[in-house]
């Protein structure tokens, strides 16, 4: 292509008019100065937390409720301000946020606790001789779990403040690396007498508690808070909110929130799917050169959102699980209603092909009715009367996106 075209069609892009008014507004990463409808649990987090300002230590709190409800928002906000005003008034408050979901920081005890370290370490480093520099030194692995203790003990000893410690998504880390951390977790101020840790555990899962050991349970829910989901109302006032922000006041047509809102309280009154199918909506829009957003967008944004959605699962699926479903996948492609029985003989011959050694049918089974649970498939119980039980297998994912989630997982197998 001649390079005076293509700066041309740059020229063009700046020149047309957006609809966009900021578009930063609609990512996850924003965060809105108005959190509306959550006055009561800001108040009673603050509330809670207060007493680290006068060097008290506050009760461990734990929060739950579904996703998109506010939480990640409203514990930083809490958070975030009384740090402001421990800078004003010097007092020794520190905040550390974790996302125990994002990969390489809790993916182990020794990640983990190598990164709450580092957040103490920033606080003092100046004071640091080069000599401490070396012995405080944190390396990203290959050292013991327990001298990675011995170190965050040591800042934290030197750091000598109040720590909120916020682990959102909780449950993740003890997904990837089970209970056991969150008992050496409540036990961290037993070791410590010149800083002190209150632990805020966030978990999406309602349920998560009650898998817990009583001992671990009633130390980090010394105070528990739910978040309950928006009525579909809040969520189109919220969204209301955050589109006024967004958008210039002719580029969104009437009804298009109202349907984003009605879309995404159809589950549960969930905010980030609303604001998702907002942004992707106004992305769909901008990319067809429309001048407003409109509802016909919507659907398209929603099909994308869901498309992305199992494709993330797909992915983030274990290499055993990976090759079941691209077996139900091979199988499908012959016959659209099928047996665990076709699903084995399948598989046996795609372990071979990858180098996997091969599970039990019994095991396989347990998978297809996870991938049930995670709406892939549908696995219908039958009977098969005396020869037992067998599970009849369809898949329920739309056609179009069967070949693009079987490349990713010849891919990932390595076929
Ligand atoms: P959770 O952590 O419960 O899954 P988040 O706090 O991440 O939910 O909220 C999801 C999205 O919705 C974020 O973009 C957040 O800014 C927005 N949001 C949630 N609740 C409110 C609210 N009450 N007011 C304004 N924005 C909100
Ligand atoms: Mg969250």
Redesign the pocket.
Known sequence: MDKDILSEYFENYIETETFFKNRKVLQ?S???D?????DGEIKTIAGILAPALKNDLPSNLFIY??????????VKRVTTQMENIAKKKKIPLKAIYINCKLRNVADTEYRLIAEIAKELKEDIKENLSEEEEKELKIHKTGVATTEIYDIFKNVAERNGKTILLIL?EIDELVKKIGDEILYNLTRLNADLSNSQFSIIG?S?NLTFAETLEPRVKSSLGEEDLI?PP?NALQIQQ?LK??SSLAFTEESVQIGVVEKCSAYAARDHGD??RA?DLLRVAAEVAEREGSEKVMIKHIDVAETKIERDKVMDIVKSQPKQFQATLYSILTVTNKDNSFFTGDVYETYKKVTTLCGLRPLTQRRISDIIVEFDTLGLINAQVMSKGRYGRTRRISLSLPSTIGPRIQKILEESLGM
Do not use: C, Q, V, W
């Not at 108005?34 to 959550?38: A, F, G, K, P």
């Open positions: 996850a924003y965060m809105p108005t959190i509306i409808h959550r409720g579904k996703t998109g409800t506010g939480k990640t928002l409203t959102d966030i999406n978040f928006y919220i909110e955050r905010a980030r604001l």
